[in-house]
């Protein structure tokens, strides 16, 4: 056995000396361990998930089994794990180059449906935290194949100013079993029986504590104003997806209102008047990126200054993406703040294909 | 049409890994400090002063 340590212990150092890992050990891969991985899915090993033109850079279904292998994935998540890389495709920031962007996202999966259940995807309890194989490794599978396939590293061409601690791993599930509205997928075409993906290129999760209050329109508000801070307004506006935790998701629900509810007070409420974006130095637009920035900008456009009362950060109800998960202990939930959906194109709610183990 | 392109001091290894992605390991460009994105209109054309002789060397402007 303890030649046996050596050997594994020989093998994690040379993919470290490779340049293979996010820094933390990663699982030695054989062949014969690939194969295992290769056999849940009906894909060809052959085929792209995911291009990047513009480094002319492809990661095929064989590529991303290597690195779900190497980041300690059971073989039984590697479905997930390919739905995760084709709603990433879908989303469409990835292709953009948005990974080696200085503002430094980090892809975000929420996983709906019964495979929770069948390979132990966390949606309740430190959903955000550790302790759950499934969650860490099919995260971590993402960041390795973006590292590996895409030699997108830091320092190189990963320009991440800072980052962000979800470029390790960032998986969660929805908490179906104690939301009161139907499953998220559902809403976008899937069966409550289907089980699916929802790959978000993010910047950062924000907590917020709303621990006493029993009227919505003031949980409401309290959320509203974290989405309206103006740290994170790069863009004209921007967009986030609502982790409610159950608590806070009942005390919604039990008001009668509905996701869309929820939505929509966002949309009218994540608001800055135009006197607060001026001293934040983001009250008028560039001319050619159109990202905010001070009116007395050499590129601000002409006239882009904010005017009026108020000042909507959000361009549509749809922008807000609204999700339960967490423990139904404490009114605890997170705005995760968005790179996209910006209220233009649904969600990449991304079905896991069913298979026959070949 | 022949360009040259313009990078600030802190993407020098990025610039040189995306020459390597393409082929160009000894592609030149001009870099220049950071940074520009807080600049006022003055300082922008001090910028381009500066970095002016060695956009035109790397175009084989005599």
Redesign the interface.
């Known amino acids: 056995m303890l030649a046996e340590a050596a050997q594994i212990r020989r093998a994690m150092e040379y993919y470290d000396a490779q340049g293979w890992t996010d820094g933390l050990p990663v699982v030695p891969v054989t062949e014969s361990y690939l194969a295992g991985f290769l056999a849940q899915t009906g894909r060809d090993p052959g085929d792209v998930l995911l291009a990047l033109p513009h480094?002319?850079?492809e990661l095929t279904v064989r590529l991303a089994a290597i690195n779900a292998a190497l980041a300690g994935c059971k073989p039984e998540y590697f479905p997930v794990v390919v739905a995760a890389w084709e709603s990433l495709a879908r989303e469409g920031y990835p292709s953009r180059a948005i990974w080696?962007s200085t503002t430094g996202t980090a892809p975000f999966l929420i996983v709906h449906g019964p495979v929770r259940e069948r390979i132990g995807v966390n949606s309740k309890g430190n959903v955000f935290g550790s302790g759950f194989r499934a969650n860490a490794t099919i995260g971590r599978a993402i960041r390795l194949g973006v590292i590996n396939a895409f030699?997108l590293r830091p320092?190189?061409?990963d320009?991440a100013t800072q980052g962000t601690p979800a470029k390790y791993t960032a998986c969660i599930g929805e908490n179906q079993e104690e939301s009161p509205w139907p499953p998220m997928h559902t809403e976008f075409g899937l069966a409550a029986s289907d089980s699916a993906v929802t790959a978000l290129t993010i910047r950062s999760s924000m907590h917020i504590e709303a621990r006493h209050t029993m009227v919505p329109e003031q949980l409401a508000t309290d959320i509203a104003g974290t989405i309206a801070r103006t740290g994170s307004l790069v863009h004209e506006t921007i967009s986030a997806a609502l982790v409610l935790s159950p608590e806070h998701a009942r005390l919604f629900a039990g008001a009668g209102w509905s996701k869309a509810d929820v939505r929509r007070f966002m949309f009218d409420h994540a608001v800055r008047t135009p006197a607060e974006l001026a001293a934040a130095g983001k009250d008028a637009l560039s001319s050619r990126t159109r990202w905010r920035l001070p009116a007395d900008h050499?590129d601000a456009l002409p006239g882009s200054a904010a005017v009026g009362d108020q000042v909507r950060m959000l361009n549509s109800p749809d922008a807000v993406l609204v999700v339960v998960a967490g423990a139904a202990n404490a009114g605890v939930s997170a705005i995760v703040e968005t790179f996209g959906p910006r209220g233009t194109a649904p969600p990449p709610v991304t079905k896991v294909q069913d298979w026959s183990p070949r | 049409m022949p360009a040259v392109s313009i990078c600030t001091d802190p993407?020098t290894?990025?610039t040189q890994?995306?020459a390597r992605?393409?082929g160009f390991p000894g592609f030149e460009y001009v870099s220049i400090p950071h940074p520009v994105a807080s600049?006022?209109?003055a300082q922008?054309r001090d910028r381009v002063r500066d970095l002016l002789p060695g956009l035109l060397r790397i175009l084989g402007v005599e």
């Open positions: 480094l002319n850079r080696q030699g320092h190189e061409l320009q050499p | 993407f290894l990025t890994a995306m992605s393409y600049l006022s209109v922008i």
